[in-house]
């Protein structure tokens, strides 16, 4: 393996250089280290550098420190001997004494010429070492010449002026000469056996394939992996199918005749059939990061991934419960078990932050190549004896976990307790937007560069339909929509009433105003013309989302909807969903869903209409494409409004019916284990409180989706409030996505109702009619930006354009007025254009 001392060279070459390495870096050069690969530092006599400094490059990543004669006896014993080099000059190898020479791991020896003869001696005086040599000839030696130096134990270090990324020359050698010049095939078609073996998965093997000269010198100059087909050629990989691989390091094995590649793979894995390896599907940590990551991406809402992907409290305490019990093993058998189940959770939590296993390793082997080292001893806070557990946390934990608990929620009251402690309860999750928008950026970008080819193939990834076309337009097929007569007319029932209601909130008319005689203002309301509407789906079936977003936009008179929905497996849209696109006049259907689908319609493709405004709910990947393309001046789009978790806020008083109340509560924990579920009782007994908490536990357990509620509403909370006044007060500081009032004369107490998504008044109006049919939209402020935004409704469909109309008299009248201010801002053309007019009359 060659050598090569960095005297000059430019980016690429260094890039180049690093995939081969390692690299010699001279002493006043040091703060250039490369970011990757392998690289020694040298200190000549020249260099004014302390014994402190060898320490502080060792540290930094340096490979090996090579130094002077005269610095050894200074250094060996303090610093490893793997980690030092000799530098001599030819003819200063007598004076090397044993202490010296077993103190180091090897030699750089500086000749005028290449004397392989006194190379050989110096090899066999410094035994089980390596043996470096520099020449300061002017023009690099032959490829012949650097076989010979192995043949006699010797490495080359070439100076990167002798190097080139072009053709070889007398003065300059191309880069991939002088790496391969110790390689010799013993095939017939002179290629190299290859092994490639994957960074990214603990160094795993990929396959096995071929390389020529030519083929290697491309990966080392591009950084791609390219091999020798025995049949086809060059072989690009990944050039068709998008597999691609990016070159971390490319070695030669110790009988220089086979080469390994080590590589990130990326697209489907390296095996032409599709799958990580040509030796099978991956195992270890490899298929765990592999798991995990896919997980991240297409774990269901409620289950235990998503869970620990969306809770980091939940994932820390996982992580520091796992360490606790690894501590407690005892057994081999126990150990290995619990440090799979704690390797499982820092996986976790590394895919979360998307950290992966090369990072790991990267991190290790800088931590290996230090030669300071720590004490040693652990914090104070983990010697000190734990603090006394909070029963009520154990009470929560097992909740969670112990099907046989009660279900029930943790109680405040207002009238005890601190404003911080109010303050907290006010609080939702923290929603990390920016965690999740460099998440979907690569999506988003990738729809926007390559349009309908990157849609079709993100959809077959996250949605597991392989489709040669996302959209779908009208008129619709028959056969796509049928639908059994109940469930036909309960959507044309709920699609007469939101429309009904909907309607009603069109402006019919101008708004006209004189606001002086002559003056006339005026506002209009016109239709967003292209709009786009997220209905989140897959393997659910939601046509009241697309009720909720498709009637108020085709009473608003857009002339394009576009309906998106992800598709089921085999590529269809369920027929309820299909029926609506069809009631709304949907102009264009898309199957696909995520943040593919969001940014589709952001940016348009080949297919795909451009939308003026995005509308309707998602999961985090939905809202954070959302945020994304809104702030982006290329997609020119607006978003209807932030969204979060579900959320109901109930108040209750004496004349509440207890089973009314919990069903209320958990109408709404069941949508996620996210779910915000609050309960204001006023002037609630014990016993009405416990009654009401028993309904909960009587009709949870009841749920298809109890253990989502179980989570869900052992975070929820009640809210003990001494009146009617304070418990509103506490609903407009929250406000909610959903009140419900289950108070004594609830219609008079929506006058002081400021901030909410939607109330629903009395003991007989459930949020369920809400959600589906009454005729008001579901598609409802969360977070507490109830606060700022309104509910999904006609207007949110419209925009407003204002006009004025001034007669020559209203001109003489208003015109002074305009001309002063004008002059008062030093807008001179501003008041020339009234006065123009002015003086024409």
């Known amino acids: 393996m060659t050598v090569f001392l960095l005297d000059q060279a430019d980016k690429r070459l260094l890039q180049a250089l690093a995939r081969i390495g390692p690299i010699i870096i001279p002493s006043p050069r040091c703060l250039d280290q490369p970011s990757t690969g392998s690289y020694y530092i040298i200190a000549d006599h020249e260099s004014t550098v302390s014994p402190q400094d060898v320490v502080s490059w060792l540290d930094m990543g340096a490979e090996k420190v090579i130094v002077p004669l005269a610095w050894a006896k200074d250094l060996i014993g303090t610093i490893p001997a793997s980690r030092l080099l000799l530098l001599l000059d030819a003819g200063n190898v007598s004076a090397v004494s044993d202490t010296v020479r077993n103190g180091v791991s090897g030699v750089l020896l500086k000749s005028p010429v290449i004397d392989l003869d006194l190379i050989a001696s110096v090899s066999r005086f410094f035994i089980d ?37 072009s053709a070889s020359s007398v003065t300059q050698m191309n ?68 597999a691609t691989q990016d070159v971390i390091s490319i070695r030669i094995d110790c009988d220089s005749d086979a080469l390994q590649f080590n590589v990130i793979q990326h697209g489907s894995g390296f095996c032409h059939l599709n799958q990580p390896t040509c030796f099978g599907e991956l195992s270890g940590l490899a298929a765990l990061e592999s798991t995990l990551q896919s997980r991240s991406v297409s774990a269901p809402e409620g289950s235990y991934t998503r869970r620990l992907f969306d809770d980091q409290e939940l994932l820390r305490s996982k992580i520091m419960e796992e360490a606790d019990e690894l501590c407690r093993a005892e057994t081999q058998e126990d150990i290995a078990f619990e440090v799979a189940d704690l390797l499982y959770f820092v ?38 004896k734990p603090p006394p557990v909070n029963p009520a946390t154990i009470v929560a934990a097992s909740q969670q976990t112990d099907p046989n608990s009660p279900i029930h929620m943790t109680t405040s009251d207002l009238a005890i307790i601190t404003s911080d402690q109010r303050s907290r309860l006010l609080r939702r999750p923290v929603l990390r937007s ?46 796509s929509m049928q639908l059994e007569t109940p469930v036909r007319e309960a959507i044309d029932i709920a699609y007469a009433n939101i429309r009904k209601f909907h309607q009603a909130q069109a402006e019919k008319s101008a708004l006209v105003v004189e606001t002086m005689p002559g003056v006339v203002c005026s506002r209009f309301a016109r239709p967003i013309a292209r709009v786009g509407l997220y209905v989140p789906g897959g393997t659910a079936i939601l046509p009241s989302t697309a009720l909720m977003l498709g009637i108020p936009a085709q009473v608003a008179g857009c002339k394009e909807i576009v309906l998106a929905t992800p598709p089921r497996p085999d590529g269809s849209i369920s027929p309820e969903v299909m029926y609506v696109a069809h009631l709304v006049g949907a102009s264009a259907l898309l199957k696909a869903g995520g943040a593919q689908a969001v940014s589709a319609m952001a940016y348009g493709t080949q297919t795909v209409p451009k939308v003026d405004k995005i509308f309707g709910p998602g999961n985090q990947w939905v809202t954070a494409a959302k945020m994304m393309v809104q702030n982006d001046t290329d997609a020119l789009v607006s978003i209807d409004m932030p969204a979060g978790p579900s959320e109901v806020l109930v108040i209750a008083d004496h004349t509440c019916r207890p089973a009314f109340v919990a069903a209320d509560l958990l109408s709404q924990a069941e949508h996620g284990i996210d779910s915000q579920v609050v309960l204001i009782a006023v002037n609630l007994s014990p016993t009405e409180l416990s009654t009401i908490e028993g309904e909960v536990d009587k009709q949870a357990r009841a749920l298809s989706r109890v253990d989502i509620v179980r989570q869900s509403v052992a975070k929820s909370i009640i809210v003990k409030a001494s009146s ?51 005729g008001t939209n579901h598609t409802l402020p969360t977070n507490g930006y109830a606060r700022q935004f309104s509910g999904v409704n006609t207007l949110s469909f419209q925009k407003h354009i204002t006009s004025q109309e001034i007669t020559l008299d209203g001109l003489k009248e208003l015109g002074p007025t305009v001309a002063t201010l004008a002059d008062c801002e030093g807008l001179q053309a501003h008041a020339n254009a009234v006065r123009i007019r002015l003086h024409a009359n």
């Open 175 to 242: 880069i991939a000469d002088a790496f391969l010049a110790p390689v010799q095939s013993d095939r017939p078609d002179g290629l190299f056996p290859t092994v490639v073996s994957s960074s990214a998965q603990g160094g795993r093997v990929l396959g096995l394939v071929y390389s020529s000269a030519e083929s290697v010198r491309e990966s080392i100059i591009t950084g791609r992996g390219v091999y020798q087909s025995r049949k086809h050629g060059l072989w690009r990989k990944g050039e068709t199918s998008g």
């Open 724 to 774: 009617i006044e304070e418990a509103i007060a506490f609903s407009n500081d929250y406000a909610p996505e959903h009140l419900i009032l289950h108070v004594e004369n609830a219609p008079d107490k929506v006058p002081s109702i400021d901030n909410a998504g939607s109330v629903f008044v009395g003991p007989y109006s459930p949020e369920s009619c809400g959600d589906y049919a009454s």
């Open 129 to 165: 070492s390596s043996v470096h040599v520099l020449s300061s000839a002017t023009t690099p030696p032959s490829r012949s010449t650097i076989r010979e130096l192995v043949g006699v134990g010797a490495t080359l270090v070439l100076p990167t002026s002798h190097i080139t990324l």
């Open 347 to 384: 996986m976790t939590r590394c895919v979360a932050a998307g950290v992966s296993i090369v990072d790991i390793e990267r991190s290790l082997e800088k931590k290996a190549k230090k030669v300071t080292r720590r004490s040693g001893n652990a914090k104070q806070q983990w010697s000190s």
């Open 434 to 479: 920016d965690e999740m928008i460099s998440k979907v950026k690569p999506i988003v970008d990738d729809v926007r560069i390559r349009g309908d080819a990157a849609l079709l193939e993100l959809t077959a990834k996250f949605d597991k339909a392989k489709l040669t076309s996302t959209i779908v337009l009208p008129p619709f097929s028959p056969e």
